[in-house]
């Protein structure tokens, strides 16, 4: 099992950045797949950026694109998700959550292990 803990998060006027962390625990950080999800108020939840196993593959949203950047350290056991240009719209929780997969995922039921989230607020 992976324990998931989300940091990073507060309030940011818009065109600021921010670098939010989810820390891990447990076993074989390295085998799985990490990702960032994140829930705007009164909507579902969205995939946001996703890295595999390994670091060899990365995917982002459409939204996110060109303004996110998602990194591993495996030694540390922690994933990074550095947010640039941020705008109103980016207001939400985000979460980070694992897959034991080598396949980049998108869905959030491909993730079996999930973070608290953590609040990020962006004010225009």
């Known amino acids: 099992q992976v324990q998931l803990a989300e940091s990073g998060g507060g309030l940011v006027q818009a065109g600021g950045s921010l670098r939010l962390s989810c820390g891990a625990s447990?076993?074989?950080?390295?085998?799985?797949?990490m990702a960032w999800f994140r829930q705007p108020p009164g909507k579902e939840r969205e995939f946001v950026a996703a890295?595999?196993?390994?670091?060899?593959?990365?995917n982002y949203a459409d939204s996110v694109k060109g303004r996110a950047t998602l990194s591993r350290d495996d030694a540390k056991n922690t994933v990074f998700l550095q947010m640039n240009s941020l705008k109103p719209e980016d207001t939400a929780a985000y979460y980070c959550?694992?897959?034991?997969?080598?396949?980049?995922?998108?869905?959030?039921?491909?993730?079996?292990?999930w973070g608290q989230g953590t609040q990020v607020t962006v004010s225009s």
């Open positions: 959550a694992a897959a034991n997969t080598f396949v980049l995922r998108t869905k959030d039921y491909d993730y079996t292990y």
């Open positions: 447990g076993r074989a950080f390295s085998s799985y797949s």
């Open positions: 890295v595999t196993r390994g670091g060899s593959s990365g």
